[in-house]
């Protein structure tokens, strides 16, 4: 009989793992289900390649594609260059023999090297265990505490200056070519410079049959010149400068865009200092903290450093991730991810943070204009409106296309940095050539390739999803967009295969489809977005933060295509500040939600599978228990002294193990469970008391990306009573 399988991933997550996981095995295990985990963290990635460790992701890959796959997922590190950096730097403190990250690989074994640290790092979990397009919701119970205890979307205030700068050309946007391919072909990426030398940047890429194939160039002397003109604008409007890119999924591109960002910024220090920076390896795309913390060891790193100073105290004001620990937006790429930036921003009506911790009105630098004019929308219609009341607000779920890395637009092989003056060419077997672009030195070339079987899984989800749900279904596609005009096509010729009586569905462009969207949330009424995987990305994240308050909580399942599942837990954007007070104070507020919504459909999908009513008993009961859960207030508090995600974890234990206790349709089941549910409650005030004992003194966990499998367990199961308790079943 198959198992479920359950992730081990990074961060707040994988210290979550450590209480809840306990729990979750006990109680399957006495209903005959088992649970598996695997290794998916960035460390377990990396020691993988270079066969040190098991290599789970592609294990857990092939059972993607097969029927029994029941794949709990958790939010993993999608690692930029300076986090692989530390992990590594950590794994060898440990004793692991990893060679070092070659910048520039000078030699085969190098290329070798930094190859396979590239299958580690970005947003390379997520296309293979995707093989399946996203339902993703808010679950009705987290809805409904919502509304019952809303949390507050602060107002803009009067003559807000904040607003969102984008290129608008010479971008990805504007540049962008598309073509659907009439059959299976093999196609080549070249690049050829003015001066006729030629080189092959992709030898062979299968396509299917109407696969949708793009190319674009981000264009860098435009780009520059755009971010020097948003400088000069934050600077005259005296408000705050920040940049939102997504240098985790866009591995190659947006850790060059940041890094374009750090020069304009800096412009006088790398004109002057920049042949010395880049001989001593400090890269911009690594971030302003990478450059500073590399300084002690040049000549001049502290004259460099004072003009560093010079140009921060003169410069536009920057926003702050920490101003306490003087931690720029600039510092590191992947601090700040325009998914969970922009909306927090939005929520914090319209603010961020200065240099001395103040809030103020920023200029929110998105270069690429994609779907730069979503939040433009959103600020937009908050000033004018008012900002979203979470007590009365409709929701905004989203269908999204996923499926076998489609619209991976980050890809690490198809996104080139061009290094000469000339064109960048897509042609086919037979030579014919059809997508070119004219490229300069510095630019951003990039390509993208979009399945037909995700696209047609995709339509047939949106439908199933607007016949549940009665609700409108809005495919956010720009018919003015070359990607977009070419899905349009399919949308159009997939949703006939349906039976689509009586559903409002159509097709809108994503700002018009903003505006739809949010004009139906003012009136209390739901609306489901049909996205790509970027967009589906962002507005899992936007609506439930402004709806919900986190997007930690929702409930997101991946039927795949094979016929298995995959259940997501929430996002994990905020675990790094978790982990820090964790080790600081003993105290972590990662919320469990997602885990506790994810296991009810895996479990009722186990049911399903191999026929074990026992599971579906555990799915019922533990979407019962979350409801309690959720009414009693048990999701951890936001300061020392309350319980926190160890505390929640045992009044959903408690609550579970009570619904199983008095359920009536496995008399074993409620047999076994009417101990520990009595012992529980009767020790409540004994185990809460050993939870909150530990808090207000540092935890060690005997690392950040490997940790001491002991010391994170007593850290996280504190409570003897409780994990004596447990250990009875």
């Known amino acids: 009989m198959a198992a479920i399988i359950y992730t081990k991933t990074d961060e707040a997550p994988l210290l979550a793992t450590y209480s809840f996981l306990p729990i979750v095995s006990a109680y399957a295990h006495k209903a005959g289900v088992e649970i598996e985990t695997r290794d998916i963290s960035l460390a377990g990635r990396i020691l993988a390649q270079f066969g040190l460790a098991d290599d789970a992701l592609t294990e857990l890959g092939q059972l993607a594609e097969e029927p029994a796959a029941n794949i709990v997922k958790l939010p993993n590190i999608s690692a930029s260059v300076p986090q692989l950096k530390a992990a590594i730097k950590e794994l060898r403190g440990k004793g692991f023999a990893l060679p070092d990250y070659p910048e520039v690989p000078a030699t085969y074994e190098?290329?070798?090297?930094?190859?396979?640290?590239?299958?580690?790092?970005?947003?390379?979990?997520?296309?293979?265990?995707?093989?399946?397009?996203?339902?993703?919701?808010?679950?009705?119970?987290?809805?409904?505490?919502?509304?019952?205890?809303?949390?507050?979307?602060?107002?803009?205030?009067?003559?807000?200056?904040?607003?969102?700068?984008?290129?608008?050309?010479?971008?990805?946007?504007?540049?962008?070519?598309?073509?659907?391919?009439?059959a299976d072909d093999t196609l080549k990426i070249v690049f050829e410079t003015i001066a006729g030398e030629r080189k092959v940047l992709l030898q062979s890429l299968p396509v299917l049959a109407g696969e949708v194939i793009d190319a674009t160039v981000m264009q860098a002397a435009n780009l520059r010149a755009f971010l020097v003109n948003a400088l000069a604008t934050a600077k005259a409007e005296d408000v705050l400068f920040s940049v939102h890119l997504k240098a985790t999924m866009m591995r190659v591109s947006d850790p060059i865009i940041f890094g374009h960002v750090v020069k304009a910024y800096f412009a006088d220090v790398f004109d002057k200092y920049g042949d010395d920076l880049a001989a001593a390896g400090l890269s911009p795309n690594d971030g302003l903290g990478a450059i500073l913390a590399g300084l002690p060891s040049l000549p001049h790193g502290a004259e460099i450093k004072d003009a560093f100073d010079a140009a921060l105290a003169s410069g536009p004001r920057l926003s702050y991730v920490n101003s306490a620990k003087g931690i720029t937006g600039l510092h590191v790429p992947s601090d700040v991810i325009v998914d969970a930036s922009m909306p927090a921003l939005i929520r914090n009506g319209g603010k961020l943070w200065g240099a001395d911790g103040a809030e103020d009105d920023t200029l929110a630098v998105i270069p690429d204009s994609s779907y730069a004019g979503i939040y433009a929308t959103v600020i937009e219609?908050?000033?004018?409106?008012?900002?979203?009341?979470?007590?009365?607000?409709?929701?905004?779920?989203?269908?999204?296309?996923?499926?076998?890395?489609?619209?991976?637009?980050?890809?690490?092989?198809?996104?080139?940095?061009?290094?000469?003056?000339?064109?960048?060419t897509v042609s086919n077997?037979?030579?014919?050539?059809?997508?070119?672009?004219?490229?300069?030195?510095?630019?951003?070339?990039?390509?993208?390739?979009?399945?037909?079987?995700?696209?047609?899984?995709?339509?047939?989800?949106?439908v199933t999803r607007a016949r549940a749900a009665q609700t409108p279904a809005i495919f956010w596609l720009d018919e003015s967009r070359a990607h977009d005009a070419e899905l349009i096509k399919k949308v159009n010729a997939y949703l006939p295969e349906h039976d689509t009586t009586g559903l409002e569905i159509r097709i809108l462009s994503p700002e018009l489809a903003t505006e739809y969207s949010l004009e139906r949330m003012r009136r209390g009424l739901d609306t489901i977005s049909v996205t790509g995987n970027v967009l589906r990305d962002y507005n899992t994240d936007l609506f439930p933060i402004l709806e919900v308050g986190t997007s930690a909580k929702m409930l997101s399942v991946v039927p795949l295509i094979a016929g298995g599942g995959l259940f997501e837990t929430g996002a994990g954007g905020s675990a790094p500040k978790h982990v820090q007070q964790l080790v600081e104070e003993n105290y972590l507020r990662w919320d469990s939600l997602g885990e506790f919504f994810a296991l009810v459909p895996s479990f009722e999908q186990y049911a399903d599978f191999a026929g074990h009513p026992a599971a579906k008993v555990l799915a019922d009961t533990l979407d019962r228990a979350t409801g309690t859960f959720l009414d009693e207030d048990r999701s951890p508090g936001r300061k020392l002294g309350t319980i926190d995600n160890r505390g929640s974890h045992f009044y959903l234990a408690l609550y579970w193990a009570q619904e199983l206790a008095a359920q009536t349709e496995d008399a074993e089941l409620a047999a076994a469970f009417k101990g520990l549910a009595g012992t529980l409650a009767a020790n409540e005030p004994a185990i809460v008391e050993e939870l909150l004992a530990v808090q207000g003194k540092p935890a060690d966990i005997g690392g950040y990306y490997l940790l001491d499998d002991e010391k994170a367990a007593a850290v996280m199961r504190p409570s003897q009573t409780f994990n004596d308790a447990i250990a009875q079943l």
Request: proline residues 7%; contains cysteine; positive net charge.
């Open 110 to 182: 190098e290329t070798e090297i930094r190859a396979k640290y590239g299958k580690a790092i970005g947003s390379v979990v997520n296309p293979v265990l995707r093989q399946g397009n996203s339902d993703r919701r808010a679950p009705l119970p987290v809805k409904a505490y919502a509304r019952k205890h809303p949390h507050r979307n602060k107002p803009f205030g009067a003559g807000s200056k904040t607003s969102v700068a984008t290129m608008g050309a010479h971008d990805f946007r504007a540049n962008e070519k598309s073509v659907t391919l009439p």
């Open 381 to 424: 219609d908050v000033k004018r409106n008012g900002p979203l009341d979470p007590a009365k607000i409709g929701t905004v779920p989203n269908v999204g296309l996923m499926a076998q890395a489609a619209e991976e637009y980050g890809s690490h092989n198809k996104t080139f940095e061009i290094p000469a003056d000339g064109t960048v």
């Open 429 to 462: 077997r037979a030579g014919d050539v059809l997508l070119s672009h004219d490229v300069e030195t510095g630019d951003i070339w990039r390509a993208c390739q979009t399945k037909d079987i995700p696209v047609r899984d995709w339509v047939k989800l949106a």
